[in-house]
């Protein structure tokens, strides 16, 4: 089974992106899930029913989030409504939503957690107790098991994919918007990455319009973030083939595209 695990998909260019560019990576590496971040999805700041919509409709199976899928209120009644959308699990109970989800591909299980790290962010429940408690249940089930760490610090995610060595399928990283080079299989077998990268405008920070960025950064005051609509794009993510009999990572492929809209 191959699985394409995309990173966080930054507003209309990158979620056009994705619709462009899916049918021929699907084709090229066969691919029979897609699971991607959407938590920025929405003009750069959570999601809408009609984004998510779209996005299915180019073929994404299971949508992970993060910190930024509160962004937008619209959006929140779909972390319930909407079964094949996570938000990260290590969130008090009475927060909308759930954080893990058994897809059904066929006749085949695939378990999808979605957790969040703690360092320069929320500091919300440890998140490898929580993780530990799902994945110890999910094996009862599949041993086809994702998990996105959505974090900060580099530490955070490499110290999440050794605590899942031999557990689960993969690990990867989101939330940085920026893509490592240091996809790898653990000594356990898991796939591991410690960040996806994005799906999002090229000449952009983190997928936002620079102007304001920089304007932030030099004036220390809040500015109006935005997205831009046209030009380059990039699409970030891993292909993991995964070994059905046993669960593990047999390969683990970095994915880079570019394109322009
Ligand atoms: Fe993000
Ligand atoms: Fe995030």
Redesign the pocket.
Known sequence: MNILFLG?IVGKIGRRGVGLLLPRIREEFNVDLVVANV?NAASGFGITENVIKELRDYGIDVFTS???IWDKKEGIPLLEACENLLRPANYPLDVPGKGFIIFSHFDKKVGIINIQGRIFMEPIENPFYVVKNIVEEMRKYTKIILVDV?AEATSEKIAMGYFLDGLVTAVVGT?THVQTADERILPGGTGYITDLGMCGAYDSILGVEKEAVLKKFLLQIPQKFTVPEKGLFKMEGVIIEVDEENGKTKNIIRLQRRGEI
């Open positions: 966080d938590e993060g910190n930024h959505h939330h």
